[in-house]
């Protein structure tokens, strides 16, 4: 930690100084904005603003590789330099945003002007599954006495998904046809059990060669930032589509991510010891074995609003709190597992951690697991097992830690549309 961590750090602007604001100075999230007729451009979030780092190059505030790149319409040439850069970055950011330096109100924008766009150009997502309750509760469905799949303590089990239909927040999501089984029938029809899953996003940093690994001890390196993920899926097409090659047009149909990238300099005061594993579980293998604080103090929120709430005017309802501290693997071990065959992971990759359920009633983390115990009851008096068209499902969560300033990771949301009509002709 250094002095861009500092609790008595504040910042010329006011906004960034309320006291839980999710982009406090400690914070600094980089993404990309635009503002009406202007192309998209870096940004970093302070307060209810975006300070233009286009702008402030351009006014000769900041200087440097890592600026040049972090103005681009996309971060992954900054990510391509690695933390090294990020951090550089961060103090001059930092420097210049803190109280006492000269403010500089026309190098800001407020963030209820700006779109904010997909913060990378995603070249690979991949998606892991890397929550013990999570597993275990959907597993016993399956096998009652042996819920978890056989490789779960030997390694962060994954599949590569669809980095084509990745969407930054706010983008709807139009209800997907497929194949699933009704009434012992396999139809053809708009999902019928369409689902959340909260995750957190992981944004890779440099790239490493094919056919070279990324050992444990500098997979944490490879972690550029982390952001909100919502992987929806539509959990009959699942069912029907997954054994034996996993889940295809379930995942592929939309992933959404939160706008900003919370840098791993920001997340210095919250990392924390992995959990220790249970009595009677199998060691973790030397080749994930890591002693660093690799995980996450991150509490994480999934809140849902119906159509009818919002016209009555009734809050968005936390259906899920959910830790990633608790997460079984971490990152950096998805990392070093990812690569440990010798794959190529490029800069600004994503990789989507797994559902991040805890163990207690209230921490499960998709509308799949809250359904075990039953549908969900609304403050409008509606029930929900699935979503529904309409609903809206919003992502938030806070970094904290005792003597840290906590931070936020802004929303990750999306609405349900109705499914379309099926636009081609069946006719051969
Ligand atoms: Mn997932």
């Known amino acids: 930690m250094d002095a861009t961590h500092a609790p008595g750090l504040r910042s010329w602007v006011e906004s960034a100084n309320v006291p839980g604001h999710d982009f406090p100075i400690q914070n600094l999230p980089l993404g990309v904005f635009s503002t009406p007729g202007s ?13 233009d780092i286009a702008a402030a ?23 391509s330099y690695g933390q090294d850069a990020a951090a550089e970055l961060r103090a001059r950011l930092s420097a210049l945003l803190a109280e006492g330096a000269e403010p500089l109100p026309d190098l ?13 150009e995603v070249r690979n997502f991949s ?30 089990v994954a599949y590569h998904s669809r980095a084509s239909s990745v969407r930054p927040s706010g ?31 992981i944004w890779i940093a440099e790239e490493n060669v094919l056919g070279e690994p990324t050992p444990i001890s500098a997979a944490d390196r490879r972690i550029f930032g982390i952001g909100l993920l919502n992987d929806w899926s539509a959990r009959d097409i699942q069912r029907f589509e997954m054994p034996p090659l996993g889940p295809f047009l379930s995942k592929s149909v939309m992933t959404s991510v939160s706008p900003w990238v919370v840098t791993m300099q920001a997340m210095a005061p919250f990392m924390a010891p992995l959990p220790p594993r249970a009595a009677g579980d199998p060691p973790c293998p030397a080749h994930l074995h890591s002693s660093r604080p690799d995980a996450m103090r991150i509490t994480m929120r999934a809140a849902i609003q119906t159509p009818r709430m919002a016209a009555a005017g009734i809050a968005p309802h936390v259906v899920t709190e959910a830790p990633f501290e608790e997460m079984y693997w971490s990152a950096a071990q998805m990392v070093a597992h990812h690569t440990s065959n010798g794959c190529n992971l490029l800069p600004g990759d994503l990789l989507g951690s797994g559902t991040v359920s805890g163990s207690r009633p209230g921490q499960e983390a998709c509308l799949a697991e809250l359904l075990l115990r039953g549908p969900i009851i609304l403050p409008s008096g509606e029930t929900r097992r699935f979503l529904e068209d309409g609903d809206c499902v919003i992502f938030t969560a806070r970094a904290e830690a005792p003597g840290a300033v906590p931070i936020g990771f802004g929303e ?13 002709s069946e006719e051969g």
């Open 39 to 51: 192309r998209p451009r870096g940004g970093v979030a302070i307060g209810d603003m975006v300070l």
């Open 57 to 79: 190059l351009a006014a000769g505030r900041l200087s440097g590789a890592a600026a040049e790149a972090a103005a681009e319409p996309t971060l992954n040439r900054l990510m």
């Open 108 to 120: 800001l924008h407020p963030q209820s002007a700006v779109t904010m766009h997909l913060p990378v």
């Open 127 to 156: 998606d892991f599954m890397a929550s013990r309750p999570h597993c275990e509760r959907l597993g016993r469905a399956r096998n009652r006495d042996n819920p978890l799949p056989p490789a779960f303590h030997h390694l962060p």
């Open 171 to 201: 983008t709807p999501l139009r209800r997907p046809w497929g194949q699933f089984q009704r009434d012992g029938a396999v139809v053809f029809a708009p999902t019928e059990a369409l689902d959340f899953e909260l995750e957190l996003a």
């Open 412 to 424: 990750c949301r999306g609405s349900v549309l109705p499914a379309a009509a099926w636009p081609v």
